[in-house]
């Protein structure tokens, strides 16, 4: 299991590095295969943080906790996010066999302390019209898919980030892609993003026709969690497509009653 541990402007010792590893390790019980772990490390005048994203079997969980010293952190923090799996897990099984599909969450608290939602859609491509008509369906002006591929070399290796977004703007609608290019040299500029207008002149379930045609700019931001919150508040829009340069994804950020929801891929 490979832990990748960041010191965010402080040296992480080999002793402190050691003692992360051995307690981190702990959490692999818990998954078959685990595809990211990613441990940060850093202190805010008197707090000593610590935050952990692990990602395996398709869920993402996210914790943060601070104490007096890197260690006690690490100690709350590996109890913070083993309790989160396990109540995840009981979801679960209280929900198999009664034919229901779950919708996977999981709360998120960003690094300025913003409380959110993460809300992770379906990882079974579909092509970009069958993405736009689930959007109606579902009576909503925005959709973040994984978008199908309809011939794929046998050297084209999307690393789940085919991702894909289309929202309402200025009261039309628009779709966003990453290409291929940009994701094969892990270069996810958003200038470099494609972004299409979309034109609608049938959008009937049985006969659809809209034609998608090419902008000469992206407008999706570049943002971080908090950044994006900031933005949201600020927009008074009931949605805000994003690109999330913490995670290298599209998001789209929501209101769900008075809290934060944000719609990210299933990792």
């Known amino acids: 299991m490979k832990i ?29 295969q685990i595809i990211d772990i990613h441990l940060i490390l850093y202190v805010e005048k008197l707090d000593h943080i610590a935050e952990l994203t692990i990602s395996g079997d398709s869920v993402q969980f996210h914790a943060r906790e601070k104490a007096d010293d890197l260690y006690s952190a690490l100690d709350l923090l590996v109890d913070k996010i083993e309790n989160q799996i396990t109540r995840f897990k009981e979801k679960i099984q209280s929900r ?4 229901v599909e779950l919708g996977i969450t999981m709360d998120f608290t960003s690094e300025k302390g913003t409380e959110a939602v993460l809300n992770q859609v379906s ?4 092509d970009k019209i069958e993405a736009f008509l689930q959007m ?4 909503k002006d925005y959709i973040l898919f994984k978008k199908g591929v309809t011939e794929v070399k046998s050297d084209q290796d999307y690393g789940n980030r085919n991702y894909a977004v289309i929202y309402k703007s200025d009261g039309k609608f628009r779709m966003a892609e990453i290409p291929f290019e940009s994701i094969k040299e892990h270069e996810y500029n ?6 299409y207008e979309l034109d609608i002149i049938d959008e009937s379930p049985a006969n659809p026709r809209i034609s998608f045609n090419k ?7 570049n943002l971080t969690f908090d950044e994006a919150f900031d933005s949201f508040e600020k927009s008074g829009t009931s949605y805000m497509p994003f690109f999330n340069r ?12 008075k809290n934060f929801e944000v719609l990210v ?3």
């Open 136 to 139: 109606k369906i579902n009576n």
């Open 215 to 221: 902008n000469n700019t992206c407008s999706i931001k």
């Open 4 to 32: 990748k541990i960041t010191g965010r402007h402080i040296d992480v010792s080999e002793r402190l590095k050691d003692y992360a590893e051995k307690k981190i390790s702990r959490l692999e019980k818990h998954f078959q």
């Open 96 to 99: 198999k066999g009664f034919g």
């Open 246 to 257: 913490e995670t290298r994804y599209f998001n789209i950020i929501c209101r769900s009653g």
């Open 265 to 267: 891929p299933a990792y």
């Open 123 to 126: 990882n079974k491509p579909i």
């Open 190 to 195: 958003p200038e470099n993003f494609v972004e």
